[in-house]
Each structure stands twice: as C-alpha cells, then as structure tokens.
C-alpha cells in the first residue's frame, strides 16, 4: 500500500517545530505501525536525512513508551491498542495519515514524536505506592481480598503509564491515569493505610504539573490502550472528596514504638 | 513535591464546589420552572400574582433574602471554579492538534464553557428584566403575570428567553450527568439510569420554562 504521511518535525525541546509530507509507497499491510516508521526512517537515513524520532520499547503493548497521535487519535484508530501493536491493515492503501506528538504542557516535545512524560514519575512519586515492611515475603493468602476488589483493582492496574489519556483530553487532564493509579491501590487492603494521603498528594502533584482538569468528556478511555474506564475516575472523585472533607492535622514525630 | 490537596486548592477540588453548586441551581431552575407554570392554570393571573406576593412575603420579607444570598453564593462560588478550572485545560493545551478526532465528547459537553457564560449573561438581563424592571418599558411592581406577558411579546425578547433555555438544556444535559461522577455517585450499574436521568431532567426543566414564551408568542398567555 502507499501512504501520505503528514509528520510533526522538531528538531529539540527549544526548536521550533513544523509539519512535513512524506510519501511512504510498498507498506505492507501487516506492518505493524512503528515496522512502517522504521520503513520509512530507513529510506530517510538512505538519502541522509534525519528519521522521524519516536519512542518505543517492547512493541508489545506493555511498556507504555510508544505513543503516536495518527489522525487525531491517540495510538491510532483502533480501540485498546497502543501504536507499537497497531497494524496497517487498519488502514487503507492511499490513505493521507497525520503524525502528531502527545500535546500537554507537562509533556514537552523532546524531538519529533517524543515527548518527556516525567511529569507522571513525579505524580507516581507522590504517592503511587504502599509503605511495606521489609523482610520475608509475606503469605500470600494471609490478607483476604474480595474477588470483585482484586478484578477491579487488576483491571485499574492495568494502566501502562502511557499518556494517551492526557493526550486525548480536550482539556489535557490527566485524570484517568491518575484515577487508575488511585484506584489500583484503594480497592486493595494493602492500600487502605495511606488511600486518603495518597489521593491528595497524587492530586496535588497532578495539579502542579500543569495538567488540565476534568470535566467528563469521557475522551480518555476511548483513547486508552488498557481501557481504563471512567468508573475509576469516579473513585478518585469520591476518595477525594472523603480525605479533603474527613482529613485531619498531621501528627508530628510518629516514631512508632521507639 | 507539592503539598496535599485541599477542597478549595485543587481542580479536584473545585471541580466538586462546581459540582454542588451546580446542584444548587438546578433544583432551583426545577423550582423555578415549576412556578412559571401556574402562570397557565385557569386563574393564572391571579395565581402568578398570589406566587410573587408569597414569595415576597415569606419569613416576614426575609426568606427571599436568604434565597437570593444563597444563589448569588452559589452562583458566585461555580463562576469562580468556572474561572479557575478553564484558565488551568487552557493553559494545560497551549498548542493544539492538526487534526482533532472526539468520539465521546458531546456537542453538550464541549459547549459548557460556552452556554456557562451565555446562561450568566441572561440571568443578569433576566434580573434586570422580570425582577427589578429596569429593562422592562411596561414594569408594574407585583403584576408579575402581566409583567410577564408584556415583557415577553416583543419577539426578539422572547426568542432571546427561548435560546437562553436552549443554552440551558445543553448544560443540563451534559451538567446533570457530569455531577454525578463528579461526586462520585456514578456506578457502572446505573449507567443507563444516569444517562435517563438526564435527559428527563433536562427536557423536564427547559421544557417546562421554554413553554411560557411559546405560549405567549403563539397568543395563548395574553
Ligand atoms: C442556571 C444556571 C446554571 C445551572 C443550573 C448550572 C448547572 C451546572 C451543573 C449541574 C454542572 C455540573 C457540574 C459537574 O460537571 O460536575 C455545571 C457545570 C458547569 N457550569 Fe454551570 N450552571 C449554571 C450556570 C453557569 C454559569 C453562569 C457558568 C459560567 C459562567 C457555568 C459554567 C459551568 C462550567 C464551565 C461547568 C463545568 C462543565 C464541565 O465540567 O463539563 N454554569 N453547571
Ligand atoms: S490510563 Fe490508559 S491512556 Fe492513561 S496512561 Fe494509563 S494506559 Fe495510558
Ligand atoms: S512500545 Fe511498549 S507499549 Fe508500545
């Protein structure tokens, strides 16, 4: 098939950046859509010009690196799929296609299709984890967990970290990865002792980053490779509520038994 | 790191005082729509009149005070989270996309910063308008149904009276059914139920409002 590919050009983080047309003929069809760019990038470096830079790691739809807009839809048209496992048979031969990094303020472009997602190591740092004490590993079947709860918590953990969510946002919010990280650990006993701390620092942290705000559009899980669904920013909304409503002043010292 | 969130501090926050106070003035718009309506009973004028005296009149003069300080709070309180939340997706999206693909996102959805202000600018008219009669050429304090029959028989005034109900159903719409997953109340199980709730809301309260300038332009209210 042959291709018209339409590409966000930026040479660095400071560079002005600009769209350029590239024609991409013999793609075959079960390409899967980075083997196109890599195509494409080799025909590039063969006539010595610079290939289109984009991230990926494992291509198979795990990492969470990969992370193209084609068309205007983050990780392409295909529902629950990111880039790297995306195919070209979702495409159609002569088909104009249009390459666009994640836009977010707290996603720079780094060059090309690369944007920097530290912004959610940051927001993960905040508060996207359980204190645990070291040593043994625990029983495994010493703490009961519910069944729905271990499925719900499964399905939010599932979040691949990816930035879809935030790039599809007509508002650039990150709700929904915020939300699965949030959710994963408050439907978990083992989340319960810091969920309302961990909610509002998460929160807080999202805010600073410069990340829009929700208001419900619902654009997100559509986008998302994972297919976090909406139910989960709903359980954000409502941990919130309880722990900015509920919370109390800190105890200052807190050494425990010593 | 950034200090943990507050109600009032975070777009969460604000998000939910945007979410009650939008609560607020819907179960007032439902009220409110529910008066209008007396204005088709048999004895309408005397009805609508009789409505305007009780509401004045209530607590000794001093309940409508409390009305109006509550939704100029409410009103006050969701324009400031209004402010604040848009200034913050604006600025979280300074350069756009070439080519834009929404599939969930609604007409109604897209349009609530939109119908927002447009819904502020008629409630100030609308008060200028019915309440105080500053803007109304044939105002007669406490004739309230002839003040309305008369306020709303200029076409212009009434059409502009019937997109602002327009404004306020696409904001309902999405609004009704966007508070409840703002509080947390949404539930996958009630999906279908919420989706319902909105729309019957919506048609109910805008209907029943939309009628009034329907029946006064069409020579039904006279
Ligand atoms: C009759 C008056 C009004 C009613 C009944 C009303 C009702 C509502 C409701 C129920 C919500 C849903 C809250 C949520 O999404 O959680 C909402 C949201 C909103 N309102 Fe209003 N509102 C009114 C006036 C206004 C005004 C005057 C403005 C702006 C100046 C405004 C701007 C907004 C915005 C921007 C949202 C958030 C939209 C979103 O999150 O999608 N509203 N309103
Ligand atoms: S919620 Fe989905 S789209 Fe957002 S970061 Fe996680 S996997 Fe990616
Ligand atoms: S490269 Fe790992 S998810 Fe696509």
Redesign the pocket.
């Known amino acids: 098939m042959r291709l018209t590919l339409t590409v966000w050009r930026q040479k660095d983080a400071k560079s002005e950046g600009k769209f350029v047309t590239y024609d991409a003929p013999d793609i075959s069809p079960d390409m899967s859509f980075l083997e196109m760019l890599d195509v494409v990038n080799q025909r590039l470096i063969e006539k010595a010009e610079d290939p289109i830079a984009f991230d990926h790691d494992c291509r198979e739809g795990i990492c969470?690196m990969c992370g193209i807009v084609v068309n205007g839809n983050?990780?392409g048209p295909r529902r629950g799929t990111t880039s790297c496992q995306l195919h070209m048979r979702s495409f159609k031969d002569g088909d104009a296609i249009t390459l666009e990094p994640w836009r977010a303020t707290p996603f720079p472009v780094l060059k090309d299709l690369i944007v920097d997602r530290s912004s959610?190591d940051r927001i993960i740092m905040a508060g996207g984890f359980i204190t645990v004490p070291t040593g043994n590993a625990p029983d495994g079947n010493a703490i009961l967990v519910p069944k729905d709860c271990a499925e719900r918590s499964m399905d939010a953990a599932?979040?691949?970290?990816?930035?879809?969510?935030?790039a599809?946002c007509p508002n650039g919010s990150?709700m929904?990865?915020v939300?699965?990280k949030i959710s994963h650990l408050a439907l978990l006993p083992q989340g319960q002792p810091e969920r309302y701390d961990r909610v509002l620092s998460m929160v807080a942290q999202m805010d600073e980053e410069g990340f829009g705000t929700c208001t419900n559009h619902g654009e997100?899980?559509r986008?998302?490779?994972?297919?976090?669904r909406q139910e989960f920013i709903a359980q954000l909304n409502r941990d919130f509520l309880w722990g900015s409503v509920f919370s109390r002043p800190k105890v200052a010292g807190g050494s425990g038994a010593g | 790191m950034a200090a943990p969130a507050t109600l009032l501090n975070s777009s969460v926050g604000k998000k939910i005082v945007m979410a009650v106070t939008g609560v607020v003035l819907s179960l007032f718009v439902l009220g409110h729509m529910a008066g209008n309506l007396q204005a088709f009973l048999p004895n309408g004028p005397a009805a609508l009149d009789h409505y305007g005296a009780f509401l004045r009149e209530l607590l000794h003069g001093t309940g409508i005070w409390f009305v109006r300080a509550g939704l100029l709070l409410a009103v006050g309180l969701h324009i400031w989270a209004y402010l604040g939340l848009t200034l913050k997706s604006w600025a979280a999206r300074p350069t756009g996309y070439r080519v834009n693909d929404f599939e969930e996102a609604t007409f109604a959805s897209r349009s609530m910063r939109w119908t927002g202000p447009l819904l502020g600018i008629f409630i100030v008219y609308h008060i200028f308008h019915m309440t105080t009669g500053t803007l109304h050429p044939h105002f007669v304090e406490g004739r309230v149904y002839q003040n309305l029959v008369t306020g709303l028989a200029p076409v212009p005034v009434a059409l502009f009276y019937i997109l602002a109900m327009g404004c306020l159903a696409f904001h309902l719409w999405h609004g009704a059914w966007s508070m409840l997953q703002t509080l947390g109340l949404s539930h996958p199980k009630y999906l279908v139920a919420r989706k319902a709730f909105a729309i019957v809301f919506t048609v109910l309260v805008t209907g029943g409002f939309v009628l009034v300038p329907l029946a006064v332009l069409a020579g039904m209210l006279k």
Do not use: R
Request: aromatic share 8%; glycine share 12%.
């Open positions: 969470g983050p990780h959610f599932a979040c691949i970290g990816c930035g879809a969510c935030a599809a990150a929904l990865f939300a699965a997100c899980s986008a998302c490779p994972k297919e976090i």
